[in-house]
């Protein structure tokens, strides 16, 4: 039971939420906190794929914001906390990459194994290698077994529960944890009561059981996932198999079972257990499918192969993990570091031997054949879910037509030169189009400091505007809030070529992603031209032997299509615009545009009325995050903007914005422009 508060009133929220501590090393482990902090979550980004919101946290400060209060914690609660920091110092303490993948597997805790890491796992397939699940309970009960299994069955079924709820104290109640453990509970009670365990009926019976003790478990992703992909092998796994053995002897698929056996005179054999592991591992992606193709937006069709490769190996590192965190441990001990150091050493050699597969995922190059971004709503999910049903049916007539009916877009392709203004929040993303089968221009690609911005948000947008390759990526500035989702895209999509100013390539962000796109990049500065599909390309500031960065070295690129203009600001500021303006003055560079994206998310100290006169839009856009603590956009530029007669328009009110470039019917050469921006509380 919990009350928040925050600003004197109560706030609505989940009955779950995450504590963000500011600094390193973990809350104390008392009975009660009283905790003082800013509650809050990443909101939907509106674009035509509505994304889903962010955990619910509660960001601390500082730990002395946290006062214990009630009565101190239990002598054994003590004991918990000491065990698992003996366990983990030592961890702590090591360098390479096995300590880090040991920390993971073992503890659970995935926070410093790298970044490229996670997403070549998650490109893979295999992000689940890291939760502690039934992988973690087989293995430890596996174990438990091998060593005593020579005890009584009462006494040995009491060790392994014993050791089990141990392992549960020092990795939390984590959903996966839960539901394999309760399982594995399940097993020992009908074994003690002299029953044959069914896996099924202990699946139904841990769901019920967790969800009596904790409703708020169910609307847990991971909880989510961990019961579809259990029951998809113990349910769809079986019939897999029995599709192949058909095939093998050369039946159709739609025979009975019972008149399949009969025709076949093939022996009814033990199938290979490559077969069974990979209708294992094909049986679970189709049962989450549903769920990851909406919340996550990525499809890995060779998962099945990879986790057949990776699953053993994660169970042989993590045998060796456990191994050398118990000799790291006794190592750290003065008496017997002198036995068991020299054997944590070697150990520890060898998981560093092991994690090198995991750190070579992140070296694969991105493609559809690896991982493809997909945009689905609750409509194509329930159809997903129709489509496994049939699957699992054997019809394979029906699965091939719902796939074709699945696959086909009746509606005919727009032509016409598009901008569309995503909703990226406090960043910024602008994509610029050619007709939908045209070249495709981002400029910038929003980005958090912390957290993967393309996988949260940028993926599923572009997925929904049926993109998935970028001709030309246009960087303003190195900002995170503009580059690090353009940085994380690398990792997804292909970017044919980059232009930025050579002085942000030199490091940062900028530096990171010219090293991604080895060979791709270009450093440009004014004077710049290139034509891109039905986009007109220059650009119009910085010089490109500017040496020194910041907002008045941002990019500012004029685009033409079809007798319009956009006018790309980035975030310059007044600085920036002064310089901007003497030189189109003394070159005589025209800067008028029918559209102006607002500098810097429409900060004060950006868009002057210097500025406005010489552009004359007709039409600005802004993008800026909802209830942002910059109080952007400025009013003092918005009400600058509409004495001018300027239509604002603004990611924060209005989620996406798109702009079509027409001409009217009477051939006259001013363009129409097209604007469709989704009201508030509207996925598009």
């Not at 430890?140 to 299994?149: K, R």
């Not at 400091?449 to 049926?466: C, D, I, K, P, S």
């Not at 960065?549 to 685009?559: F, L």
Request: a positive charge; glycine letters at 12%.
């Amino acid at each position: 039971m919990h009350v928040i508060e925050q600003s004197g009133r109560r706030v609505a929220g989940p009955g779950r939420v995450w504590l963000r501590l500011g600094g390193e090393g973990a809350p104390p482990p008392e009975a009660r906190l009283s905790v003082r902090g800013y509650f809050s979550r990443r909101p939907a980004y509106r674009n035509l794929h509505l994304s889903r919101p962010g955990e619910w946290g509660l960001n601390v400060k500082s730990r002395a914001l946290m006062v214990p209060v009630g009565a101190a914690p239990g002598r054994g609660l003590r004991l918990l906390a000491g065990l698992r920091q003996w366990l983990l110092r030592p961890v702590d303490e090591a360098e390479g990459p096995g300590a880090l993948l040991a920390r993971a597997l073992v503890f659970g805790d995935a926070r410093r194994v790298p970044p490229e890491w996670r997403t070549g796992l998650r490109r893979a397939g295999l992000s689940h290698l890291l939760a502690v699940s039934g992988l973690h309970v087989g293995l430890l009960l596996a174990g438990f077994w091998w060593i005593f299994g020579a005890l009584s069955g009462r006494l040995a079924w009491a060790g392994a529960v014993s050791i089990l709820l141990l392992y549960g104290c020092l990795v939390g109640a984590r959903p996966s944890f839960l539901r394999a453990a309760v399982m594995a509970l399940l097993v020992f009670l009908s074994m003690a009561l002299e029953r044959p365990p069914q896996a099924l009926n202990s699946l139904c019976a841990a769901l019920i059981l967790i969800l009596a003790f904790d409703p708020d478990a169910g609307a847990d992703l991971g909880f989510q996932l961990s019961f579809l992909a259990t029951a998809g092998i113990l349910v769809l796994a079986p019939r897999l198999l029995d599709q192949w053995r058909r095939a093998s002897v050369g039946a159709p698929a739609f025979w009975p079972a019972t008149a399949w056996s009969e025709a076949s005179k093939a022996p009814a054999g033990p199938p290979h257990p490559v077969k069974v592991a990979l209708a294992a591992t094909f049986a679970a992606q189709l049962a989450t499918l549903p769920i990851t193709a909406v919340e996550m937006g990525l499809l890995t069709p060779l998962s099945p192969l990879f986790n057949l490769a990776f699953v053993p190996l994660t169970a042989l590192v993590l045998g060796f993990s456990v191994v050398w965190v118990g000799l790291a441990a006794v190592a750290s001990t003065p008496v017997l570091s002198a036995a068991a150091g020299p054997c944590a050493r070697a150990v520890q050699t060898i998981l560093d031997l092991l994690s090198l597969p995991f750190a070579s995922l992140a070296h694969l190059p991105p493609g559809s054949w690896l991982a493809q971004p997909v945009s689905v709503d609750g409509t194509a999910a329930l159809a997903l879910a129709i489509w496994l049903g049939v699957l699992a049916s054997g019809l394979r007539r029906a699965v091939w037509g719902l796939a074709l009916v699945l696959a086909c877009n009746p509606a005919a392709p727009e032509d016409e030169p598009v901008l569309a203004m995503l909703d990226t929040g406090q960043g910024e993303a602008v994509l610029l189009r050619s007709g939908e089968r045209g070249p495709v221009i981002l400029v910038d690609g929003g980005g958090f400091r912390r957290g993967n911005f393309a996988e949260a948000v940028l993926l599923q947008a572009l997925a929904a505007e049926g993109i998935h390759r970028i001709d030309l990526a246009i960087l303003s500035h190195g900002d995170s809030d503009h580059c690090r989702g353009l940085l994380e895209l690398t990792w997804y999509l292909r970017i044919e070529r980059l232009w930025a100013v050579p002085v942000e390539l030199r490091d940062g962000c900028g530096g990171a992603l010219a090293g991604r796109l080895r060979g791709r990049v270009r450093g440009v500065g004014r004077g710049h031209a290139d034509r891109v599909g039905a986009w007109s390309l220059e650009v119009l500031h910085p010089a490109p032997d500017r040496p020194d960065g910041g907002n008045s070295a941002s990019m500012v690129v004029r685009a033409c299509a079809g007798g319009s203009c956009v006018l790309l600001t980035g975030d310059l500021d007044l600085m920036g615009e002064r310089e901007l303006l003497a030189r189109a003055r003394r070159d005589g560079i025209p800067l008028r545009s029918d559209v102006l994206k607002v500098a810097h998310h429409g900060s004060r100290t950006s868009t002057g009325a210097g500025l406005l006169a010489a552009v004359e839009p007709r039409l600005g856009l802004v993008s800026a995050g909802r209830r942002n603590p910059y109080g952007h956009p400025s009013p003092e530029v918005v009400a600058r903007m509409e004495r001018r007669g300027v239509r604002v328009l603004r990611t924060d009110l209005h989620g996406r914005i798109e702009v079509r470039f027409r001409r009217d019917g009477s051939g006259t050469p001013r363009p129409v422009l097209r604007v469709a921006a989704w009201p508030r509380g509207r996925p598009g």
